[in-house]
Nanobody, 115 residues
């Protein structure tokens, strides 16, 4: 089992920056890929970025060049540095982890970008 807890969500102005964090606990040594997803009101949850255990990263097109995903395997933490935020980035952001064929989710943290 893996437990994920996100933090760092806030209300920010457009053009601003914010860093989200996710702390994993439980059977973390066998976590492979970790990711961030987001869900805006009335929309389906969408994938934002992923990072492999070795550090390889991928991003959805809308955040490339603005967001950076990173992880610290020793500290069992995942981060999402978000720059040049836009109102359309407003959503609940969820931490996701894959472990031995199972998917785990955090409870989400709200990011609101005001214009």
């Amino acid at each position: 089992q893996v437990q994920l807890v996100e933090s760092g969500g806030a209300l920010v102005l457009a053009g601003g920056s914010l860093t989200l964090s996710c702390t994993a606990s439980g059977s973390t040594a066998t976590i492979s890929t970790m990711a961030w997803y987001r869900q805006a009101p009335g929309n389906q949850r969408e994938w934002v970025a992923s990072i492999g255990r070795g550090g390889s990263t991928t991003y959805t097109d809308s955040v490339k060049g603005r967001f950076t995903i990173s992880r610290d395997n020793a500290k069992n933490t995942l981060h999402l540095q978000m720059n040049t935020l836009k109102p359309e980035d407003t959503a609940v952001y969820y931490c996701n982890a894959l472990r031995l064929g199972f998917t785990y989710w955090g409870q989400g943290t709200q990011v609101t970008v005001s214009s």
